[in-house]
T-cell receptor, first 114, second 110 residues
Framework: DADVTQTPRNRITKTGKRIMLECSQT?????MYWYRQDPGLGLRLIYY???????NKGEISDGYSVSRQAQAKFSLSLESAIPNQTALYFC?????????????FGPGTRLTVL | GQNIDQPTEMTATEGAIVQINCTYQ??????LFWYQQHAGEAPTFLSY????GLEEKGRFSSFLSRSKGYSYLLLKELQMKDSASYLC???????????FGTGTLLAVQP
């Protein structure tokens, strides 16, 4: 079974709709992240959370919100989707060892906003 | 600001060696990662450097020079399955957030 899962894997929606992308992990990691990936722009950090009570904005948080429901679950919401939010979205997790921060990525959610 | 530069695309021949360079200018430095990403798939971890020098792992090696803000990923004995994007990422400081470059798309030809 995959350690980091994302649902849905693909979603097509219309402008103005509210969308939630979900991420679950069985790795027991405290740290979770949401990225979006666009051609030519690489991976950009939207939000991150270092534990259940900690939520932080990343580079491009406008238009997005998150919820950390439990150590294993981190959801990303688009309150009112717009076409330029069409992208590939990745959730990632990491442990904290004091010197190492390898991130493990989920399979991605391809979101299309029409 | 934070800036990470990689070539956009590279082409190499099966069985050959290729070096993918990465230069960075960040507010601090707490480590550099290389990830591999096949089209439409998740990035997967390849290597981590925090001290100057070469880290070798099978066919893949990664080098770091902190004074020059420079790293490279060396792929030996190239195989067709190595065709993918290679992402350089830096931890700029104590926050442990990763800043990614835009990636280098490597095409391995027969």
């Amino acid at each position: 079974d995959a350690d980091v899962t994302q649902t849905p894997r693909n979603r097509i929606t219309k402008t103005g709709k509210r969308i939630m992308l979900e991420c679950s992990q069985t790795k027991g990691h405290d740290r979770m992240y949401w990225y979006r990936q666009d051609p030519g722009l690489g991976l950009r950090l939207i939000y991150y959370s270092f534990d259940v009570k900690d939520i932080n904005k990343g580079e491009i948080s406008d238009g997005y919100s998150v919820s950390r429901q439990a150590q294993a679950k981190f959801s990303l919401s688009l309150e009112s989707a717009i076409p330029n939010q069409t992208a590939l979205y990745f959730c990632a997790t990491s442990d904290w060892t004091g010197a190492y921060n390898e991130q493990f990525f989920g399979p991605g959610t391809r979101l299309t906003v029409l | 600001g934070q800036n990470i530069d990689q070539p956009t695309e590279m082409t190499a021949t099966e069985g050959a060696i290729v070096q993918i360079n990465c230069t960075y200018q960040t507010s601090g430095f707490n480590g550099l990662f290389w990830y591999q990403q096949h089209a439409g798939e998740a990035p997967t971890f390849l290597s981590y450097n925090v001290l100057d020098g070469l880290e070798e792992k099978g066919r893949f090696s990664s080098f770091l020079s902190r004074s020059k803000g420079y790293s490279y990923l060396l792929l030996k004995e190239l195989q067709m399955k190595d065709s993918a994007s290679y992402l350089c990422a830096v931890i700029p400081g104590a926050t442990n957030k990763l800043i990614f470059g835009t990636g280098t798309l490597l095409a391995v030809q027969p």
